[in-house]
């Protein structure tokens, strides 16, 4: 079992900068493959961005590219998302999400944490 738990979601203004953070619980965390995923109003959940078991490799969504980044710490159980040039239409609730599997990582995550709201003004 992994319990995750995110934080560092706010209200920003376009053009600004946020950093989430997700605390997962366990020994094991990595094992796991991480994703932080969003899901705005009236749209499906999507995958922003993932990073393999040892951070060597990540994947970022075409609408994020060179803008957000992903990043784990291992040793501190934590996965990051640093988000620069934010736009309006990245307002969202981002999840932070795990799997042993990245294929199953990409439709369906095993593990969610609770969501943290991001809003960009415009």
């Known amino acids: 079992q992994v319990q995750l738990v995110e934080s560092g979601g706010g209200l920003v203004q376009a053009g600004g900068s946020l950093r989430l953070s997700c605390a997962a619980s366990?020994?094991?965390?990595?094992?796991?493959?991480m994703g932080w995923f969003r899901q705005a109003p009236g749209k499906e959940r999507e995958l922003v961005a993932a990073i393999t078991r040892s951070g060597g490799t990540t994947t970022y969504a075409d609408s994020v590219k060179g803008r957000f980044t992903i990043s784990r710490d291992n040793a501190k159980s934590t996965v990051s998302l640093q988000m620069n040039s934010l736009k309006p239409e990245d307002t969202a609730v981002y999840y932070c999400a795990a799997d042993r599997s990245i294929v199953v990582l990409t439709t369906r995550p095993s593990y969610w944490g609770q969501g943290t709201q991001v809003t960009v003004s415009s």
């Open positions: 366990g020994r094991t965390f990595g094992s796991y493959v």
